[in-house]
């Protein structure tokens, strides 16, 4: 398990050498497994790896539902879960609060997440990191395969 545990971090430290941001919210499910180990498919509802680039610091955002998942598999520092009927985007918000600068996976988020994005945020705050993400996922080890 440390052996993984180390891979998952690892996957996170290379991503943020790769960024000069504050901030990066991975929503796509197959990313977000990536970096964590944790698959989820959370349908309408909203699923975020949080990472300060600054710290290295992880959380995962996720339906409170998947919460069992999350304790088995996510190698993350911090949960998140959410009920439905809550604001999701208040915890990306408050846990965000210091960041200036967002990455996000810009093929993948929705207009209306966007929307969200810009109740705190300028589009000029907001950068797309899928570019990096993909260029990561494009080399893989024997357990991607």
Do not use: W
């Not at 093929?107 to 109740?119: F, S």
């Amino acid at each position: 398990m440390l052996e993984m545990t180390q891979k998952y971090k690892e996957r996170v430290e290379k991503l943020t050498s790769m960024l000069d941001l504050d901030m990066v919210v991975i929503t796509e499910p197959t990313n977000v497994f990536y970096f964590t180990g944790c698959h989820i498919e959370p349908h309408e509802r909203v699923l975020a790896l949080l990472i300060n680039l600054k710290t290295n610091d992880t959380a995962l955002m996720f339906p409170a539902l998947d919460q069992e998942v999350v304790n088995d598999t996510a190698t993350v520092d911090n949960h998140l879960p959410y009920n439905d009927g809550e604001d999701a985007f208040r915890l990306i918000f408050e846990h965000a609060i210091d960041a200036e600068s967002l990455g996000i996976e810009g093929g993948h988020v929705t207009y209306n997440r966007y929307q969200r994005l810009l109740e705190n945020y300028t589009a000029d705050q907001i950068h797309s990191v899928e570019a990096q993400i993909n260029q990561l996922r494009g080399k893989k080890d024997d357990d991607d395969r």
